[in-house]
């Protein structure tokens, strides 16, 4: 498993879009690139993965560079329940999951 | 659909008494099973892994011990809890498979006073 770089927080004012960057430059060619995040008091859960293309879903979307050593995590419209610490993975299979200390996102209304 | 349960939500023990929390999977078969930790305000310690009954990797040598007595559940234990082992305790499971998501408990507090 890669070792991925986050910011530990950043802001959002609520419905503008949010860049959330990570690094992973020592990501191996068959690791995908996982997103979850964490509300408080509750265990994280699943936003997106991917592992060469740009990737999206109800939820976010995912943007990977061509070198796939940082990846983008969209999302698109901020609201209030979208503040949470967000966490970015690189991994073969889920017994690579390793999560880091995440970023904070605080969102404004 | 599949569901996990992890109980209790919270709990309080004195240092030096005994720890079992609980951790079963519903709608799925053959998963693979997850303990985590989270010390406050940080991210997320693997502690042990399991993909299949009797079958229990540990990532972190801790006072800690896991079990997998049936295919679904997954038992975290502590002969004698250390102040240190104050956190909140995760559990997690997954599909066998490449690149499948992983899906949490709703976690247990646990203060060791």
């Known amino acids: 498993d890669a070792k991925t770089t986050q910011p530990n927080s950043m802001e959002s004012n609520e419905e503008e879009p949010v860049h959330l960057p990570c690094n992973h430059s020592?990501?191996?060619?068959?690791?995908?690139i996982h997103w979850y995040r964490q509300l408080p008091s509750q265990g994280p859960e699943y936003v997106i993965h991917?592992?060469?293309s740009n990737v999206n879903n109800r939820m976010a979307s995912l943007a990977i560079a061509e070198d796939r050593k940082s990846s983008t995590l969209i999302l698109h419209r901020a609201t209030l329940r979208d503040a949470a610490v967000y966490y970015c993975i690189a991994g073969y299979n889920n017994n690579d999951m390793r999560f880091g200390a995440g970023t904070r996102l605080t969102v404004k209304p | 659909s599949q569901t996990i349960h992890q109980w209790p939500a919270t709990l309080v023990q004195p240092v030096g008494s005994p720890l079992s929390l609980e951790c079963t999977v519903e709608?799925?078969?053959?998963?693979?099973l997850y303990w985590y930790r989270q010390a406050a305000g940080r991210g997320l310690q693997l502690l042990f892994y399991s993909v299949g009954i009797g079958q229990i990797s540990s990532e972190v040598p801790q006072n800690l011990s896991a079990s997998r007595p049936q295919d679904r559940q997954f038992i975290l234990s502590s002969k004698k809890l250390l102040l240190s082992d104050s956190g909140f305790y995760l559990c997690?499971?997954?599909?066998?498979?490449?690149?499948?998501?992983?899906?949490f408990g709703s976690g247990t507090q646990l203060s060791v006073l």
């Open positions: 020592t990501i191996s060619g068959t690791d995908y």
């Open positions: 991917g592992l060469t």
């Open positions: 997690a499971w997954g599909r066998r498979a490449t690149n499948e998501k992983l899906f």
């Open positions: 709608g799925t078969s053959n998963p693979n």
